[in-house]
Structure formats: C-alpha cells, structure tokens
C-alpha cells in the first residue's frame, strides 16, 4: 500500500497542543534520518540528546507518535513528534514515491533473503549477533529454550527480570520502564517456548521463581501504563499452560498456589484459583481447601483470605451455604456483606432466603451512615418485582424515620406515588418526621433543617416560607427560597437579600465580593419588580460610601452597574 499523508499541520497542533506545537516548530531544523515507510515514518531529532521518533498513520485510529524523550516516554505528543511530522509535510509531494521505494525496498531485501544458501544465513546471523548484544542474548534465551539446558533458561529469565539495571536510587521510573518492559517480555517468551517444546515440567518451575520475582520488585517499578502488569498476567498464564500440560503433582500444587494468593505482593499477576481448577483435580481441591481454611480461620476479616475462600467455593463447587458461613462470621456495620449473602443466594435460586438476608440487614444496620445503599436497592427492587409497592414504601418510611435527610424523603415520594399513596397522610407524616427532626431549640436550625429543602423540593415554598419563618432555615436555605419566590414575592425576597447583605459589609476577598454584588443584583430586581429603584439607588450610594476603600468591590460594582 502506497498513499499520500493521511495527517495536516492541524492534526500536529491538535495532537500535540498549542505549547509544544509551538515548540515544534524550532526544531524543524534538527530533523535528520528520515525514514518513510509504507505506514510508519522513523526520524531523529537533535535536541538536549538525540531523539528517535516513531509516527505511525493507521487507518482507524489516526496519527499517533512515539519518542524516547522523557515527556514522549509519558504518553505525550512531544515537540520532537511535531518537528518530524512538520518536516515530513514540507516533502508531502515526494512520500508516494518514498512509500513506494521503501516497498521496493523490502520485497528485494526479502528476495535476496530467500535466495541465500543455509551457510551465507548463517554468516549472516552470526555477523549482527557480533554486533548486537541485544540481540544475542535474545537468541541465546530462545535457543537454550529449544535445547536441553534448563539451567541456563532458569538463569536468564530471572536476569531479564531484575529490575537494578533500570532502578535509580531503587526505583524503576517511568522513564525508564518501557526499557525495562522489552527485556521483560523476553522472559514471558522463553517461558512459552519452554512449554512448546515439550518441556513444561521446567517451565512451571521457572514460571514460579519468575513470578516470585516479579512479585516482590512490582511495587518498585513506575507501571502507570500497565505494561509490567501485563507481563505478570502473562507470566500467570503461561504457568498455567505448563501445568495443563505437565499435569504437577496436584497437592504439592495447592501448596505453592495457596501462600502465593495469600501474598497480596502478588496481586499483578492475577492469578485465579478457579482457573485451576482442572490442575488441581479432587486431591488438589482438598489440600487447597484445608489451607485456605486454615488461613481463614486465623485472620477471619482479613480480605485476601475471604477472598480466596470464596473463589476456592466455586472452584470445589461447594454449595452456598458454605459461602453464607464465610461472610456470616464478619458481617458489615452498614449490611453490605447481607447483601453479598442475598445475591449468592438468589443466584443460587433461593430467593426467599436472599430476601430475608437482605432485610435482616436493613434492620441490623448500625453504621453512622445507615444501610448499603445497593442493600436498599436490593430489597426495593425485589418486591417492586413482587408488586408489593406498600412493602417498598414500608422500607423507605422506615429509613426515612431511621435517618431523616433529603434523598431519604425523595425516595419515599418516589415510591410513594408509585403506589398511589402520597398525596395524603403519607406525605404529611413524613414533613411531620422531618419537622421534629429539625425542631428549632433543639440546636438544629442553625445548620438549617431537611423540612425547609423538602419542601422547596415539593415546590410547595408557601409552606417552606413559613417553615423558614418557624426557625427551620438557616441562611444558604433563607436565600435559596428568596431566589425561588423573588417573582411572586418581591418584599418577602429583598428582606432576606439584604439581611444577608449586612454580615458581608465587614468581610474582604473576592468571595465575599462576589457574593455581595449576586446580593445587590437579587436585591435590584427585587426593588424594579416594587417599583421602588430609588430606595435601591440610595441604599447602594451608601453602601458604596461606606466600602469606597475596597478597590477591588468598587470595580466589581461599577462593573455591574451598581
């Protein structure tokens, strides 16, 4: 495939952002070595060192850039992206025929390739391999892979993941885990070569140690991108393989994979116990089970533990009832771990029991913060199902009663007219719920009270007036109701927008600038609605008197026209 550019100096700026396109644009000059290929362009760019960039056009997701600087290594379109691809679109004529030379290029380099003697190949490969160390001990990790030296495999995969060549100070950093993320994943290859090449008793022993290696450095490696969790996942299933291969003795299994889960320096790799399921067999099964149990049985709330013992359920295909005996013995403050019970046991089809675990832990919730709120849900839900819409209101009324708040009344409401029951003594005895609970002299007001948000929820503000009149509001509700009654209720509106006006008058910032001029803006429309704008000019002339040193309000007014 040969085709023109598929990007514009726009694209650059928009990929890159206006500072570092900016910033490109001084580097054109520096460009050198470019090379154009059917969809890739390679070039180096001289900065603070020489760096090797990497633009690579595909058809779905566009233009994307790579370079080994340090703001390139983090992701980023860099100023050496956007100096490559500018000086590619100043030759934007010349790339066809570049395109189609590098073509060319390849099918004769393939050509020749194909026409060498086994010899000349071979003279060929041991020339690069005197000159490329890299590349030797990558063919020298696959060949001891293919050949009988287990030793050497073992040496060299446990080299290639020592994270101190790439460590500053003990630390992998960003900049440097890409590098280290390459080596790595020669490892990972060596492993699978072990196992198709019919030795994959060694490779679950190599697989171990390198997952114990990785395991205990993965906590001093920068991995923001994922890359070193990837090889751990890799490292996981190419032991698993070997295992399903090999077929190790299932006990002496369960005895390595059980601390190892255990071990929560383990967790990259993501090992999942039913997943081995098929390798551990009955005998397996057994000893992990004991182990686990025990495990569990000594730290019962601690999460690995918990954890492990469930998964070791499905994979033992244990029933539920075990499960229940698990979460049973530490159940949540809040009813969470009630409702991990329900849905085992509605999954299990058992959903009368799930319903009772659910609301026995309604009523067994003694956290600050009241039930889980998906444990509500839960309960909610089921009987919505049912169509026992009473029962759902019951749940709502109860917490409504339990912990008196805003949302605890909305969802009230909301069921409430679902079942056709709100606009009565529902509703009423639920403001009556919210009114002793924000009972002025009970120390509650002054923080305002749910009565007064409640209402102005109902849209019922004549009542929320008069709750706010009782001592139920305090001063974020007083001027939130003026602001919903300015219209109809101008003077009710502009007594509370200049009460609240008088405290600011001692205050200094702009916040409290801010605030005083939404104020006195509220309060103009307020005296425009009564027809009294020349009460509102002498008031803001003497308040303007009294703040004429605050600059910064004087600007803010004028600006305003105050």
Known sequence: MTHALGFTEEDLRRLAGTRSFERGLGYRSAVSRVEIGDETITATVDGTDAYEVELTEDEDSGLTGWCDCPFGQEGNFCKHCVAVG???????????????AAASRTRLLDGWLESRTREELLALVREQLSDDRDLRRRLELRAAAAGEDTGIVRERVLSLLDTRPFARCGYVEYADTHAYHRQAAEALTALRALTASGRSAAAVEVAREALR?????????DD???????????????????????????????????????????????IDLVDYREVLGGPGLARARARVVAA??????????????????????????????VHASDLAPNGHTHLVIARALEAAGRAGEALEWAE????????????????????????????????????????LRARPSLAAYQHLRKAARTAGTWDGAERADALDVLRAAGRPGKGRACNGSVLVDALMDDN???????????????????????????????????????????????????RAYERLTELLLSA???????????????????????????????????????
């Open 296 to 325: 569990w049985r000594a730290n019962p709330k601690g999460w690995a533990e918990k954890h492990l013992l469930e998964r070791l359920l499905k994979a033992d295909g244990d029933g539920v009832d075990a499960l229940v005996e």
């Open 224 to 270: 923001s991108d994922g890359l070193i969790a990837g090889v751990a996942s890799g490292l996981a299933e190419a032991h698993l393989e070997a295992c399903r291969t090999a077929r190790p003795d299932p006990v002496e299994t369960a005895e390595w994979l059980v601390p190892y889960l255990l071990d929560e320096v383990n967790d990259a790799a993501g």
């Open 86 to 100: 500018l000086a590619v679109l100043q030759e934007a004529g010349s790339v066809p025929r570049q395109r189609s």
């Open 524 to 562: 103009r429309a307020c005296h425009r609605a009564l027809g009294t704008e020349d009460d509102f000019s002498t008031y803001v002339a003497a308040l303007r008197a009294g703040q004429k040193r605050k600059r910064k309000l004087m600007a803010l007014l004028d600006r305003h026209a105050l």
């Open 360 to 399: 026995r832990g309604l009523r067994e919730a003694v956290s600050e913060g009241g039930p889980d709120s998906d444990l509500v849900a839960f309960v909610c839900e089921r009987h919505e199902r049912a169509g026992r819409l009473p029962a759902v209101v019951a749940v709502r009324r109860n917490l």
């Open 460 to 510: 019922d503000l004549a009542s929320a007036w008069q709750a706010a009149t009782d001592g139920h509001a305090d001063q974020r509700q007083w001027r939130a109701l003026a602001d919903l009654i300015r219209d109809r209720q101008p003077a009710d509106a502009l007594t509370v927008y200049l009460r609240s006006i008088e405290p600011l008058r001692e205050q200094t910032g702009d």
């Open 213 to 221: 290696v990785l395991g205990r450095t993965y906590g001093e490696i």
